[in-house]
C-alpha cells in the first residue's frame, strides 16, 4: 500500500502500461516536455521517448484521428484532451468514426483507444475549463465510458481501460486531483464495469460518481450526526452502467438521489431515475430525486459554488424524500 494523489496514481498506473506493453503510447497536447498541464504525465515522455510520449500540434480532431489511425495499426494509444470544453473539436471522430467503426466492420476491426478527459468544476478555472460532457459519450453506442473517483480507482481503472479492446472514454475529476489515499499496486482491482458501495446504510441511497463521490460521503457523515446512515454508491462506469448494485441497494433503502455535476436535463440522473423507477418500482417509497447543475452554461468561477452539488442540496433532497 502507498499513499499518494490521484495524480501520481494516475501517473503510475500509465507509466505500467508503457512498461508492459510496447504497443501502447501516449499522446496528446504538452504531454511530454511539460509533463500534461495537470502533471499527470510527467517524466514519462523522459523516461519512454518522444515516440512514445507524443507532443501533439493544438488539434483535437487531430489527435483522434491520429490515434483511429494507430489503432489500425495495431497500436494502443491512449489520448489527452487537455480540458473537458476542448473536446468538441474531436466530437465527430469520436461519435462517428471511434464509436461506429468496429460495428461497422462487424467486429472484425478493433480499436482500443483511451480517452483521457479531466473533467468537472470546483477549481476557479475560466470559461471552457469545467465541463462534464459525459452524457454525450454515455449515450453514444460503441463507447465505453468510466470515469474514477479516488487515487486506488484510478491507478487500476486507466489499466484496465487501457488493456480493453474497445474505445474507452476515461473521465478524471480534476478537483479530486491531488486528494490523497492508500493505492494497493498489488491488489484485486473491481471490474472496470463495476459499480461499488461506498458506504452502507438503510435510510437512502446517494448514487455520485467522479467527483460528486466525495460530496456524497460528506454529506452522509453529516446524516449521521443525525441518526441518519446513508447508502453511497460509486457508479465508476456510466456506459454501461452497473445495475445490479443500485437495484439491490434501492430496494434496501426505498429512496434514492442521484448526484452529478452536469446539467440535470437529459443527464444521467435521468437515466438512472427511469431505469430505477421501472425495475424498482415497488421497492420505491419516494421519487428517484436528482441533485444536478443547473441547465445554464457553466458560471464564471465566483459563482460555480452555487451552481455545483453541495453536502446542503445533496441533505436537502434527502430530507424530501424522506418526507413522502
Not at 60 to 82: D, V
Not at 113 to 139: D, K, L, M, Q, T
Not at 162 to 172: G, K, L, Q
Amino acid at each position: 500500500m502507498a499513499t499518494m494523489t490521484m495524480v501520481k496514481a494516475l501517473n503510475a498506473g500509465l507509466r505500467r502500461i508503457l512498461e508492459e506493453d510496447d504497443k501502447a503510447l501516449i499522446m496528446g497536447e504538452d504531454v511530454g516536455r511539460l509533463g500534461g498541464v495537470f502533471r499527470v504525465t510527467d517524466a514519462l515522455q523522459k523516461d519512454f521517448g518522444a515516440e512514445r510520449v507524443v507532443d501533439t500540434p493544438l488539434a483535437e480532431s487531430g489527435i483522434i484521428g491520429t490515434a483511429i489511425g494507430l489503432a489500425l495499426r495495431g497500436y494502443r494509444p491512449i489520448c489527452e484532451i487537455q480540458f473537458d470544453g476542448f473536446v468538441y473539436p474531436a466530437f465527430d471522430q469520436l461519435v462517428s468514426q471511434l464509436a461506429k467503426i468496429p460495428n461497422r466492420s462487424g467486429g472484425r476491426v478493433r480499436l482500443p483507444v483511451v480517452v483521457r478527459i479531466p473533467y468537472g468544476g470546483g477549481i476557479g478555472a475560466i470559461e471552457h475549463h469545467s465541463e462534464s460532457p459525459e452524457a454525450y459519450f454515455a449515450h453514444t453506442a460503441g463507447l465505453k465510458v468510466v470515469t474514477c473517483a479516488d487515487p486506488n480507482d484510478a491507478y487500476w481503472m486507466i489499466r484496465q481501460a487501457a488493456a480493453s479492446d474497445d474505445p474507452v472514454i476515461f473521465f478524471e475529476p480534476k478537483r479530486r486531483y491531488h486528494a490523497k489515499a492508500e493505492v494497493d499496486t498489488t491488489g484485486a482491482p473491481l471490474g472496470l464495469h463495476d459499480a461499488r458501495v461506498a458506504r452502507t446504510g438503510s435510510a437512502a441511497t446517494l448514487i455520485a460518481y467522479g467527483p460528486t463521490v466525495d460530496v456524497a460521503l460528506n454529506a452522509a457523515s453529516a446524516a449521521a450526526e443525525e441518526g441518519v446512515e446513508l447508502e453511497v454508491v460509486d457508479l465508476r462506469s456510466l456506459s454501461p452502467i452497473d445495475w445490479e448494485p443500485l437495484e439491490a441497494s434501492l430496494r434496501k433503502t426505498g429512496r434514492a438521489i442521484v448526484v452529478h455535476e452536469a446539467p440535470g436535463t437529459l443527464g444521467m440522473g435521468s437515466e438512472i431515475a427511469a431505469r430505477l423507477s421501472e425495475r424498482c418500482f415497488y421497492s420505491l417509497e419516494a421519487p428517484v430525486l436528482r441533485v444536478t447543475g443547473y441547465d445554464v452554461p457553466y458560471p464564471a468561477s465566483r459563482l460555480e459554488d452555487d451552481y455545483l452539488p453541495n453536502l446542503d442540496r445533496v441533505l436537502d433532497a434527502v430530507d424530501r424524500s424522506l418526507e413522502y
